[in-house]
């Protein structure tokens, strides 16, 4: 059975940075495309970061909203793929998601990269204070 749990959300001020995690279970990490979403209340979905490969090498995607400020990294040993976020705004407050799909070359280069994959975690939440 697939399992993602995410972990490392929590309140910080605004320019500040956290790390949330994903643990992976249930299959072979190296083998799956991997990201990240995250739901704002009253806001719609948006895909934050993603890494799959295309002819035969990573590719990892970032929106223009996050990037320079959050990263994609993972750990094949552990099984975890990280989200770095810096200089955190209020406008990152929301609940994010890990997701992964057993397609490695699935798509990971549009912010709803997300909607095709098969599994998502349970979220983990995010606040940023102004």
């Known amino acids: 059975e697939v399992q993602l749990v995410e972990s490392g959300g929590g309140l910080v001020q605004a320019g500040g940075s956290l790390r949330l995690s994903c643990a992976a279970s249930?299959?072979?990490?190296?083998?799956?495309?991997i990201g990240w979403f995250r739901q704002a209340p009253g806001k719609e979905r948006e895909g934050v970061s993603c890494?799959?490969?295309?002819?035969?090498?990573?590719?990892?995607y970032y929106p223009d909203s996050v990037k320079g400020r959050f990263a994609i990294s993972t750990d094949n040993d552990k099984k975890t793929v990280y989200l770095q976020m810096t200089n955190l705004k209020p406008e990152d407050t929301a609940v994010y998601y890990c997701?992964?799909?057993?397609?490695?070359?699935?798509?990971?280069?549009?912010?709803?990269?997300?909607?095709?994959?098969?599994?998502w975690g349970q979220g983990t939440q995010v606040t940023v204070s102004s």
């Open positions: 890494t799959s490969r295309r002819d035969g090498a990573r590719i990892i």
């Open positions: 249930g299959f072979t990490f190296g083998d799956y495309a």
């Open positions: 997701v992964a799909d057993p397609d490695p070359y699935t798509i990971c280069d549009d912010p709803n990269f997300y909607i095709t994959y098969d599994y």
